[in-house]
């Protein structure tokens, strides 16, 4: 046994977690559906296109037997269907009136909540549980596309003014497996400070204490947030390309039986990672969350790295923020460590291509052969500081780009950015 002084460093951790910033009171309705997961995947998958805030509780089937009434929209019809003769008598317009109400009525049940939730569990056999637990991670996906003024690189026209490389970026987005890469400038996150533990930091394992009361707010416990509006770069990984690579490495991913495969091999992603602990190294016995998890926290890692490079930042200055049931991530400015105003921006307009091609060519590392032998992770090629990476540099490698060695799996005979794939 040993024994160390209370006030000593390794003896007091702080409890931290970092979260996006959603508009709650814009969004209050919205979280008083039961299920508010399901509605933020069915918006994940296309299934509604009707803004989250324009979900509330009045619009539960429960209430859609109420008579809908009429729109401007479908007054100015009837009175232009009348102007036209169409209505010889009364009966003739009350018929019309009625026919407007009950397709008026049908559309409200079909864009009910719980109905959009159905169609979301049909579609892509998934239960709505994996829904419920996935919800949170869904909503961080598609909320700064909402809110947060986001230029899409892959659906500008290759002669736009502001990238002159747009269309050699394109290319290589395309190529390198990402389904999506965005500009994101008002990427709002916190960081929050909930209280510290004693000489273990294991969830599990250690206590959690609480910061003492403030007296001022009636005895609250308080959390501490920082929040930082940033500008950030979000990219997806195209899931078909990834189902295919796991594949191509003798795997066979197991598709939910929904009536829709393409949104059905899209949610497997999802159910993929129900119950993982993605802060802890990844065994041998789940080898597709391995494979999906590194790949996607590897490659996040080598755009930190390289667009710290081409914005002559310090690497700390720039952070990551998975979400990989979407199979998502952001690189954003923390504004934490020098100045980092507008340097996401000014890369996605002006070096965009030249970064990319820097992500695709990073396969090699200063310690190899050593390094690729051994885990093809280390400081030198991959690690990133514990300011920028929420999960210890844990599930790494660049072998999941590239292929070779894995300490887990073994061999990976062919890497995700393969020519061939």
């Known amino acids: 046994m040993s024994i160390e002084v209370h006030r000593a460093g390794r003896t007091y951790y702080t409890q931290t977690t970092t979260l996006l910033n959603?508009?709650?009171?814009?969004?209050?309705?919205f979280f008083n559906l039961s299920d508010w997961g399901g509605i933020a995947a069915a918006k994940f998958f296309r299934i509604t296109n009707r803004p989250l805030e324009d979900f509330n509780l009045s619009a539960s089937s429960q209430q859609t037997t109420l008579n809908p009434g009429l729109?401007?929209?479908?007054?100015?019809?009837?009175m232009s269907r009348q102007a036209r003769g169409e209505f010889a008598t009364p009966e003739q317009m009350a018929v019309a009136l009625q026919e407007m109400q009950q397709r008026n009525q049908q559309s409200q049940q079909r864009h009910a909540p719980d109905?959009?939730?159905?169609?979301?569990?049909?579609?892509?056999?998934?239960?709505?549980?994996?829904?419920?637990?996935?919800?949170?991670?869904?909503?961080?996906?598609?909320?700064?596309?909402?809110?947060?003024?986001?230029?899409?690189?892959?659906?500008?026209?290759?002669?736009?003014?502001?990238?002159?490389?747009?269309?050699?970026?394109?290319?290589?987005?395309?190529?390198?497996?990402?389904?999506?890469?965005?500009?994101?400038t008002d990427f709002p996150m916190i960081v929050a400070t909930y209280g510290y533990t004693r000489a273990e930091t294991t969830p599990n394992r250690c206590r959690l204490n609480p910061f003492p009361p403030e007296r001022d707010h009636g005895g609250k416990l308080p959390i501490y947030v920082d929040e930082v509006q940033a500008d950030a770069l979000l990219l997806s990984l195209n899931p078909d390309r990834v189902y295919s690579w796991l594949q191509r490495n003798g795997?066979?991913?197991?598709?939910?039986?929904?009536?829709?495969?393409?949104?059905?091999?899209?949610?497997?992603?999802?159910?993929?990672?129900?119950?993982?602990?993605?802060?802890?190294?990844?065994?041998?016995?789940?080898?597709?969350?391995?494979?999906?998890?590194?790949?996607?926290?590897?490659l996040s890692h080598l755009c930190v790295r390289?667009?710290?490079?081409?914005?002559?930042?310090?690497?700390?200055?720039?952070?990551?923020?998975?979400?990989?049931?979407?199979?998502t991530f952001a690189i954003y400015c923390n504004h934490r460590f020098g100045a980092t105003i507008g340097a996401l921006t000014a890369l996605f307009e002006?070096?965009?291509?030249?970064?990319?091609?820097?992500?695709?060519?990073?396969?090699?590392?200063?310690?190899?052969?050593v390094c690729r032998e051994r885990e093809s992770s280390?400081?030198?090629?991959?690690?990133?500081?514990?300011?920028?990476?929420?999960?210890?540099?844990?599930?790494?490698?660049?072998?999941?780009?590239?292929?070779?060695?894995?300490?887990?799996?073994g061999n990976i005979q062919v890497g995700y950015l393969d020519p061939s794939l």
Request: charged share 20%.
């Open 378 to 409: 280390c400081h030198a090629c991959t690690h990133l500081a514990e300011t920028s990476c929420r999960f210890f540099n844990l599930n790494l490698g660049r072998s999941f780009l590239f292929g070779g060695p894995d300490s887990q799996l």
């Open 306 to 327: 390289q667009a710290a490079l081409l914005c002559g930042l310090d690497r700390t200055s720039l952070s990551e923020y998975l979400l990989p049931r979407t199979l």
């Open 251 to 298: 795997y066979q991913p197991t598709v939910p039986n929904g009536s829709d495969p393409n949104l059905a091999r899209r949610a497997y992603f999802v159910q993929l990672f129900e119950d993982v602990p993605l802060r802890e190294t990844l065994q041998g016995n789940r080898p597709e969350a391995r494979m999906v998890f590194g790949l996607l926290h590897t």
């Open 71 to 78: 729109s401007n929209d479908d007054l100015t019809e009837l």
């Open 22 to 29: 959603i508009p709650r009171r814009q969004l209050d309705a």
């Open 115 to 184: 109905a959009i939730a159905q169609q979301l569990v049909t579609q892509t056999g998934v239960p709505l549980t994996t829904w419920r637990q996935a919800g949170q991670e869904i909503l961080e996906t598609i909320m700064p596309l909402e809110n947060g003024r986001p230029k899409k690189l892959l659906e500008l026209p290759p002669t736009t003014q502001e990238i002159q490389n747009a269309q050699v970026a394109q290319q290589t987005a395309q190529s390198m497996g990402l389904s999506q890469l965005d500009l994101v």
């Open 350 to 369: 002006q070096s965009l291509a030249e970064w990319l091609n820097a992500v695709r060519n990073a396969r090699r590392c200063v310690y190899d052969p």
